[in-house]
């Protein structure tokens, strides 16, 4: 099991930024991409970036939604369990919970398998004020 502790939402004018992070625990050797999703009022959720890891070879490639081109940045720690989102020139359309995401794929952790499974973080709200 992987658990994932998000924090770093909060108030923000338009124009300001806020960093959010995601930290996960357990056993996250099957882990191949974190991501981040939004849940804006009234909306369905939706990715915000994600990125892959597995070190140099495989690591560090990111995706981004067309909204947030530019201004976000998603990044990891060295070891790939902490999860950062930097968000810039901040919206009021940006106002919504985000959540942290991690994909697990099929894979020998050494003793026992792993199959497809997504874990989810708890959410942290992020409100931008015009």
């Known amino acids: 099991q992987v658990q994932l502790v998000e924090s770093g939402g909060g108030l923000v004018q338009a124009r300001g930024s806020l960093r959010l992070s995601c930290v996960a625990s357990g056993d996250t050797t099957c882990i191949s991409t974190m991501g981040w999703y939004r849940q804006r009022p009234g909306k369905e959720r939706e990715l915000v970036a994600s990125?892959?890891?597995?070190?140099?070879?495989?690591?560090?490639?990111?995706n981004y939604a067309d909204s947030v081109k530019g201004r976000f940045t998603i990044s990891t720690d060295n070891n790939e369990n902490t999860l950062y989102l930097q968000m810039s020139s901040l919206k009021p359309e940006d106002t919504a919970v985000y959540y942290c995401?991690?994909?697990?794929?099929?894979?020998?952790?050494?003793?026992?398998?792993?199959?497809?499974?997504?874990?989810w973080g708890q959410g942290t709200q992020v409100t931008v004020s015009p």
């Open positions: 990125i892959t890891r597995g070190g140099s070879t495989r690591g560090g490639r990111t």
């Open positions: 995401k991690a994909v697990q794929i099929p894979c020998d952790r050494g003793g026992s398998l792993a199959y497809f499974e997504d874990f």
